[in-house]
């Protein structure tokens, strides 16, 4: 009984600095919860975008299907769909043959300065402006690198690949 009345004069004494004490226990506890909560949230509409994304692509594989014309007539094979790169960000290929790194981004002169690295291999610094497509040869192909627009971190980059084989052929 005697180790009860130690601990409720304790109690007493120090009772702002428990209740503090409880006070932060107890906005712990609901930041906790509520970050739960809202993770819940989040995780639900990325499911939601993702099966959205999946089958927008899904469409658009389907309307690019190859054609019943020639060879060098069917349209290159997209390797990199449009997709919006930031500064200092990168992107592979489907084929995983090309992999771009963008440098800097330059909306003044609508271009950007992208590292393009083949098979591998270190590659070179392009400054690749919109509407002018920049293209490079690798093992798989020639890669047509397409920059669609930037903004003042990001640019809208598509690649697609003309088989070497289609064009020895033609």
């Known amino acids: 009984m ?32 509520f970050e739960a909560w809202r993770r819940t949230a989040n995780q639900t509409e990325t499911h939601r975008l993702r099966r959205k994304g999946d089958r927008l692509e899904a469409a658009r594989a389907y309307s690019y299907r190859a054609s019943p014309t020639a060879p060098q ?5 997209t390797v990199l769909s449009r997709r919006w790169i930031g500064r200092g960000a990168a992107a592979t290929t489907s084929d995983g043959g090309c992999l771009l790194i963008v440098d800097a981004v330059i909306p003044g002169r609508r271009s950007a300065s992208i590292n393009v690295r083949l098979d591998g291999w270190p590659g070179a610094r392009h400054d690749v402006k919109v509407g002018h497509p920049l293209e490079v040869t690798g093992n798989l192909g020639t890669y047509t690198l397409d920059v669609e627009g930037v903004t003042t971190t990001d ?16």
């Open 2 to 33: 005697k180790d009860w009345i130690g601990f409720a004069r304790a109690a007493r004494d120090y009772f702002p600095f428990v209740l503090f004490g409880m006070v932060v226990v107890v906005l712990l506890a609901a930041w906790l919860l």
């Open 73 to 77: 007539d069917a349209p290159h094979e």
């Open 155 to 170: 640019a809208l980059v598509s690649v697609t690949l003309k088989n070497r084989h289609s064009v020895e052929g033609a």
